[in-house]
């Protein structure tokens, strides 16, 4: 694990020091599924990445009777 964030508001995550390289990124929203993005961090500069994370209005749950 190379960081973990929790967003603002503004659904915006920061994250320092990592270095050069490809990144898996993981989102979790409540009442959304779950999103995931490839990144690739380039030195020196900043890298920006939006994730879409679909709005999950219904959950179904099936019991055996």
Known sequence: LAGEAVT???GMARFEGLT???Y?????AE???NGSERVFVEPG???SKD???A?????YRFTEI
Do not use: N
């Open 24 to 28: 898996d990124v993981e989102v979790q």
């Open 31 to 33: 009442k959304h599924a």
């Open 20 to 22: 050069e390289g490809i």
């Open 8 to 10: 603002g508001g503004d």
């Open 55 to 59: 709005r999950r209005v219904v959950d």
């Open 45 to 47: 500069g900043l890298t």
């Open 51 to 53: 994730v879409f994370v």
